[in-house]
């Protein structure tokens, strides 16, 4: 037999050999990086679930850092083209939702996919009618391709196989985006203060030393620490040994550097739902004094201990902080419109960069705006009713593997008026984990 080498080699050697290309070849790299994630992605697919998970947790940690490398070689890329690339490498299972299986079926699992998929298609063809083709194409891909994947993955990934596998890719991952976190606060390199010099997110910071919030190797902040907490709750409760909770050290300070509180909180929902249960509270306990511990320190002994405690005292502040204001002045503008934006504008936005545009903060903000009242209403029961599943799920089961989902399940709510939970890397993180919610060897045995 020849030797097949496992989907993560390759899609290392892309991601590798695509920064050290950058360089060489300049904007060449983009169409090749691309390609490269559609190939990588086809050869992981082949080898299951498991495997493919671990190449797009690669590709979805580390393109938006080869992505800043190149831009740096090349000029600045406004659309972020090779964004595209790890989306390209979860549509590879298209084929699969649409042909492998001999009969269609139907479980209640996958009602809130195809509610969510139709309120996508909506929005698509709101921005299309109004000639915004660019914009409909974007949004569809960013929402629908993590659906699509979740849909195929719905009856054929196991549970506690996708979960280890899961853990396994964050405990290398984490480490390495939390220790490039710590030294890009320190001393952001250069092509990660032309980014943040073009790119028109306003909550990167500023691209000097020690004022960056963090975003590692990802697309900004928010993208980071969303990321990183999901990982350290998969890592902290399916890998309980004391090296992997150390190993975690440098990306909870990534994390904190960050200033998002609304993944702080999303983690700590996570921790406090797995406190409810038997099976893993001990290990809750353990992890929430190693927290504080780890909080204590860094916003004592380190040269940036003021910024995260003065960001650690904001979240007392409550409807007095000024992010939640905002978040309220949102709502108001949209009520005022003369229509109140009944219908929605599609995946439509001004730039935030623009004057005088709206930020978009949050689901309920997102879906009011992309679909309107209605359409909106409903996008946004279907992702609750998702996030009540894995919930559900763990109180009946029991498992520790069924209580880490419904951890994510409870983060997932936490955020939902705060933060976009269907888009890109976080529409896939959430829509996979969603999905996996029965241990299916287990039941083959039984």
Not at 69 to 76: E, I
Not at 138 to 146: D, E, H, I, R, V
Not at 402 to 419: D, E, F, R
């Amino acid at each position: 037999m020849v030797w097949q080498p496992p989907g993560w080699v390759l899609a290392a050697a892309l991601i590798c050999g695509s920064a050290l290309a950058a360089g060489v070849v300049g904007g060449a790299t983009r169409p090749l990086f691309i390609a490269g994630c559609g190939l990588v992605g086809l050869y992981a697919w082949r080898q299951g679930p498991a495997a493919h998970l671990i190449c797009a947790l690669l590709l979805f940690a580390f393109a938006p850092f080869v992505r800043r490398l190149v831009d740096l070689s090349a000029g600045f890329d406004p659309a972020g083209l090779m964004l595209t690339g790890p989306l390209l490498a979860l549509l590879v299972c298209v084929p699969q939702l649409l042909f492998g299986r001999r009969k269609p079926v139907f479980i209640p699992l996958m009602l809130p996919l195809i509610v969510v998929a139709g309120c996508v298609v909506y929005a698509a063809l709101l921005s299309m009618l109004q000639g915004d083709f660019a914009n409909a194409a974007s949004g569809t891909l960013k929402w629908l391709a993590p659906l699509l994947y979740a849909g195929a993955i719905l009856e054929e990934a196991d549970r506690d196989e996708m979960l280890d596998a899961a853990a396994s890719t964050f405990a290398v991952i984490l480490p390495i985006i939390g220790a490039y976190g710590i030294f890009q606060y320190v001393n952001p390199p250069d092509w990660d203060r032309y980014w943040m010099q073009y790119a028109s997110i306003m909550s990167a910071g500023e691209p000097i030393p020690y004022g960056v919030r963090t975003f590692s190797t990802l697309n900004g902040p928010a993208s980071f620490a969303t990321f990183t907490a999901l990982g350290l709750l998969i890592v902290w409760f399916a890998r309980s040994r004391w090296q992997y909770l150390l190993l975690t050290c440098p990306a909870g300070i990534g994390l904190l550097l960050s200033l998002y509180r609304t993944a702080w909180i999303s983690l700590a929902v996570g921790v406090a739902f797995c406190l409810a249960f038997t099976a893993t509270r001990r290990l809750a306990v353990a992890i929430l004094i190693g927290a504080v511990v780890l909080v204590v320190a860094a916003a004592t002994l380190t040269p940036f201990g003021d910024v995260i405690g003065e960001r650690l005292v904001t979240l007392g502040e409550g409807s007095q902080d000024g992010s939640a204001q905002e978040r309220i002045d949102e709502f108001v503008t949209l009520w005022n419109q003369w229509d109140s934006s009944v219908f929605g504008t599609g995946f439509t936005f001004t730039d935030v960069g623009t004057a005088g545009a709206m930020p978009i903060d949050g689901m309920i903000i997102a879906c009011w705006l992309t679909m309107g009242i209605v359409v909106g209403l409903v996008c946004l029961g279907a992702l609750v009713a998702a996030a009540m599943n894995m919930i559900i799920t763990a109180w009946r089961d029991g498992n520790p593997h069924a209580i880490i989902i419904g951890a994510l399940g409870c983060g997932a709510l936490s955020q939902l008026p705060l933060a976009n939970l269907t888009s890109g890397e976080s529409g896939f993180m959430f829509w996979t984990f969603a999905v996996l919610l029965v241990d299916r060897k287990s039941a083959v045995r039984t």
